[in-house]
């Protein structure tokens, strides 16, 4: 029976992040009520799989959309539901750990008014199994160490300007790398 509930555990968390994946990043436009509906559905059936009261993260009539149809839904209230479902979901079972290292979702960055930029963060391994300069994955691995020690930020600086010297491409990869381990606490 356990096994049963964590295959279904599962299979519902594949389909709130299948969700959460393909929803706007952008916040101009409204997201379609049946993605809502969708979304409280499966947020139904988690309550009853887990046995757990999952309703809060439920989209209600204040997230539509305040600019026009009612019919569709406010994407920063959507994605902010949907994010936290998986989120929950991750933390509680350990679901998505393996693929932490392998993937993570764009870091958006809004500059001005309407411009809208998305980075992805590679993952440091995947820089380093896909860099063929032996000096660079040295230079790869000891910044990975130092990001997982002392992230000495005066370090890191010198590392990263080494990187830049041999390879501006490998730079642009491990950047948004690093900027996403810096905030982290060990």
């Known amino acids: 029976m356990a096994e049963d509930k964590s295959k ?3 299979r519902l968390y594949g389909e709130v992040k299948g969700i959460l994946n393909v ?3 952008s916040d101009k436009s409204g997201v379609s009520h049946s993605i809502g509906e969708h979304f409280n559905s499966l947020i139904d059936e988690l309550d009853f799989v887990d046995d757990t009261d999952y309703s809060r993260l439920k989209l209600a009539d204040s997230d ?3 600019y026009g149809s009612k ?5 920063v209230a959507i994605r902010s539901k949907v994010s936290s479902a998986v989120t929950r979901l991750e933390e509680d079972y350990g679901f998505g750990s393996a693929l932490v290292s392998q993937t993570t979702a764009p870091i958006v960055v809004t500059m001005n008014n309407s411009q809208e930029v998305t980075v ?3 993952p440091i391994q995947q820089i380093i199994d896909e860099t063929d300069d032996a000096d660079i994955k040295m230079e790869l691995e000891n910044l990975k160490k130092e990001l997982q020690t002392s992230r000495n ?6 590392m990263l300007n080494a990187l830049q010297e041999k390879s501006w491409e490998v730079f642009i990869k491990i950047l948004p790398f690093v900027l996403e381990h810096m905030g982290q606490k060990h």
Do not use: G
């Open 8 to 10: 279904e555990l599962k």
């Open 23 to 25: 929803l706007p990043t």
């Open 71 to 75: 019919d569709l839904y406010d994407p």
């Open 120 to 122: 992805s963060v590679t």
């Open 153 to 158: 930020p005066k370090t890191i600086s010198k």
């Open 64 to 66: 539509t959309w305040p």
